[in-house]
């Protein structure tokens, strides 16, 4: 298996602590920009790092760049299909990214063995729907992704089933041009099925630091600046209350993961935040929380420029859902459309 050298091993023993270890106030100093971590931790890091930057082919401008980054982070509980596709995307951009991988450990995924997800999977714990796993899984992701290169700048979380919209160039400068530097993260009100989403874990649970006026939801699919990705794991005050089991009986009103990252932003930093997603998603007929699943015979250039507009004056960056199966039909639209302008 492509994590089991030592050099991974030691980092792995670093991030598998408890989040709530790895996050403690002694490391996360709310005083200190960014994170330090304790020493034996930032020397595992260092190993980590010059063991990921030995395994790939960098130019030496890349190791000297100072260019702010972004890093992708795959959450995941199935075979990475589309890394070919990535790959495509990422190429000849090497010093503008990381990729960070977190796999549902229970499931024995295939390991991608293309360049820029050999060695990148994080330390990983189960994951299910209508839990909180999925938000310690992303908070996990942005951990290692804030400590692992200082020059992380913006934070996307992906799924196996997402794929691009649009070249590297093209979500690169529409992330980082921005003035000043918002997080991309829908974030909504007023929606019929938020109250019983919020009563889920019982009618008074989330107070007092929870007030149903302030509870929100939105895409679990965000691109967080690095100031929200550092409040993200921070957090101890929301997520108290967000990582608690929801009632049995209500467990239909249950996704944690669509109400923690937008109540959160929403309550401490709502002008840092554009209030939309960059990740378009079809919930036409959608089936138990389900979102439309695209297959081989959809997969055409208009569907493409279809799903890159927008209501509004921003296209989309990423799709989804998309089924392994169409791999083929987008690998033969890669160059002509997806990355081309
Ligand atoms: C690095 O380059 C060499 C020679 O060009 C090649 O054989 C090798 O596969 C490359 N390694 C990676 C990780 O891309
Ligand atoms: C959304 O999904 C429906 C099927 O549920 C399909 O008919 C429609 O074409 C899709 N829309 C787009 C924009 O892909
Ligand atoms: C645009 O607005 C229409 C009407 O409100 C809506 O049905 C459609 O889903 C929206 N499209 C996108 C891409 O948001």
Redesign the pocket.
């Known amino acids: 298996m492509a994590t089991s050298s030592p050099l991974f091993f030691s980092f792995s023993l670093l991030l598998s602590l408890p989040l709530v270890l790895l996050l403690a106030p002694r490391l996360l100093s709310p005083k200190t920009l960014p994170p330090i971590p304790a020493a034996n931790e930032l020397q595992d890091l260092a190993l980590f790092r010059r063991a990921t930057l030995s395994?790939?082919?960098l130019s030496s401008s890349d190791l000297h760049s100072t260019r702010p980054k972004i890093a992708f982070l795959f959450l995941t509980n199935s075979d990475l299909s589309f890394s070919p596709l990535w790959e495509l995307f990422f190429s000849s951009h090497s010093s503008l990214f990381n990729v960070y991988v977190h796999a549902d450990p229970s499931t024995h995924l295939l390991l991608p063995q293309t360049?820029s997800f050999?060695h990148r999977f994080i330390p990983s714990q189960p994951t299910s729907r209508s839990s909180p796993t999925l938000i310690s899984a992303a908070r996990r992701l942005l951990a290692a992704a804030l400590l692992d290169d200082p020059l992380n700048s913006f934070f996307a979380l992906l799924s196996q089933h997402c794929i691009p919209l649009n070249p590297f160039p093209s979500l690169y400068h529409s992330l980082l041009s921005q003035r000043p530097l918002k997080s991309f993260i829908e974030i909504l009100a007023d929606e019929p099925s938020l109250h019983a989403r919020y009563v889920a874990r019982g009618d008074l649970t989330m107070l007092p630091e929870v007030p149903f006026p302030q509870f929100r939801v939105g895409s679990q699919f965000f691109v967080l600046t690095r100031r929200h990705a550092l409040l993200v794991v921070r957090d101890r005050r929301l997520w108290k209350k967000f990582r608690l089991p929801c009632l049995k009986s209500r467990e239909s009103s249950c996704y944690p993961e669509e109400h923690y990252f937008p109540t959160l932003l929403s309550m401490r930093d709502p002008a840092g935040c554009s209030g939309y997603t960059l990740t378009r998603v079809n919930w036409t007929e959608s089936v138990d929380g389900h979102p439309h699943l695209y297959g081989p015979g959809e997969v055409s250039a208009d569907l493409i420029r279809t799903l890159r507009k927008s209501n509004s004056s921003y296209e989309y960056m990423f799709a989804r859902k998309f089924s392994p199966s169409c791999l083929e039909p987008l690998m033969e639209l890669a160059n002509t459309v997806i990355l081309k302008d």
Request: hydrophobic fraction near 0%; aromatic fraction near 0%.
């Open positions: 395994s790939s082919n360049p050999r």
